[in-house]
């Protein structure tokens, strides 16, 4: 079963911006997804109106197979948000700000309490329990708001840049938690703009640009297409077409370059064997580089340069 299913999702604001422009995305159950995109992508709206914080213009949303629109109660039953920005109660012990929450799901107090301990001493809060939350770090304030969101036990949960802000030895060990949830059966979707974090946690991946998606995938074979190595060739022949090559695709940059996409396991010769044979003459070669991050920017500005 998907965890969620987005149909078609439109969201046009009252100032006429259209962030989302059809939004097709599937989340398998057990997944933990990353939803990559740069910003004003159209990563929040989204979040938003699954959360039922924002109207959407028009599409359907299902999260477990319930509709949004119909069965709204066990929507927000199966979810748990981290939004970005802190929106706590500063003043308020933090084991209050959880039991709070747990009350707004109709969890009873005597249930509440072994339950914020519980997930208190597994964030590694255990001993602030009876602090204010304005006497917690950035990191901490940010465990809380994870802790938070899990008290009514949701299946599927959501976290809006997770790490923004937090120090390298606080992620790690936050990381290192959401991959045991996730292992014990929650369905993960996080927002990122570190890619490292999206490559360490996440087994499938979308990218969003402008209001689309323009990658969905799997970690994996996002990762593999690293294996290989990008090139723009320079020509003196004028070049109307992309020249068709066997042993790589190719893609018209300009009348005189191309850009080709070789396994590094090729030997560099055969393209030049197969570029001889069309009597291309080459004239430069620049290499691209292609970590994760120039890739996704690759995607992103071809998407937007259609
Ligand atoms: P992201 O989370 O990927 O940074 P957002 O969903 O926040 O992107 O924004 C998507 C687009 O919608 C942007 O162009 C942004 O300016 C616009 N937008 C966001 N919120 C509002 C709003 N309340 N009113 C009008 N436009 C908005």
Same mark, same amino acid.
């Given at each position: 079963m998907n965890a969620l299913s987005v149909k078609q999702l439109v969201k046009t604001y009252k100032n006429g911006v259209t962030?989302?422009? *059809?939004? $097709?995305?599937?989340?398998?159950?057990?997944?933990?997804?990353? @939803?990559?995109?740069? =910003?004003?992508?159209?990563k929040s709206t989204l979040i938003s109106i699954l959360c039922s914080l924002l109207n959407k213009t028009s599409g359907q949303?299902?999260?477990f197979g319930h509709d949004l629109d119909n069965d709204n109660t066990r929507v927000k039953q199966s979810l748990g948000l981290v939004p970005q920005e802190f929106n706590f109660n500063i003043f308020e012990p933090i084991i209050e700000i959880l039991?709070?929450?747990?009350?707004?799901?109709?969890i009873n107090r005597a249930t509440a309490f072994p339950r914020a301990h519980e997930l208190l001493e597994a964030l590694g809060l255990g001993a602030k329990k009876q602090d204010s939350a304005r006497q917690l770090s950035g990191g901490m304030k940010r465990r809380l708001m994870i802790a938070r969101a899990l008290m009514h036990q949701p299946k599927l949960l959501v976290l809006d840049e997770p790490t923004a *802000?937090? $120090?390298?030895?606080?992620?790690?060990?936050?990381?290192?938690? @959401?991959?045991?949830? =996730?292992?014990?059966g929650t369905t993960i979707i996080l927002t990122t703009h570190y890619l490292e974090e999206a490559e360490q946690?996440?087994?499938?991946?979308?990218?969003?640009?402008?209001?689309?998606?323009?990658?969905?995938?799997?970690?994996?074979?996002?990762?593999?297409?690293?294996?290989?190595e990008?090139?723009?060739?320079?020509?003196?022949?004028?070049l109307s077409a992309p020249p068709s090559l066997s042993i790589a695709p190719t893609k018209l940059v300009d009348e005189h370059s191309f850009y080709v996409e070789l396994e590094k396991s090729r030997p560099l010769n055969t393209l030049f064997e197969e570029l001889s044979k069309l009597q291309i003459e080459v004239t430069g070669m620049r290499s691209k580089n292609n970590r994760l991050e120039e890739l996704f920017i690759n995607r992103i500005n071809a998407d937007s340069a259609q």
């Open positions: 962030a989302l422009k *059809g939004i $097709d995305l599937d989340v398998e159950e057990g997944d933990f997804y990353a @939803l990559l995109g740069a =910003n004003g992508a159209g949303i299902s999260v039991v709070n929450q747990a009350g707004f799901y109709g *802000g937090v $120090d390298i030895e606080i992620r790690h060990s936050l990381w290192q938690y @959401l991959t045991e949830l =996730n292992n014990s946690l996440c087994r499938n991946i979308g990218i969003i640009s402008e209001g689309k998606v323009i990658e969905n995938t799997s970690m994996k074979d996002l990762l593999s297409s690293l294996k290989k990008c090139f723009i060739i320079e020509t003196s022949n004028p």
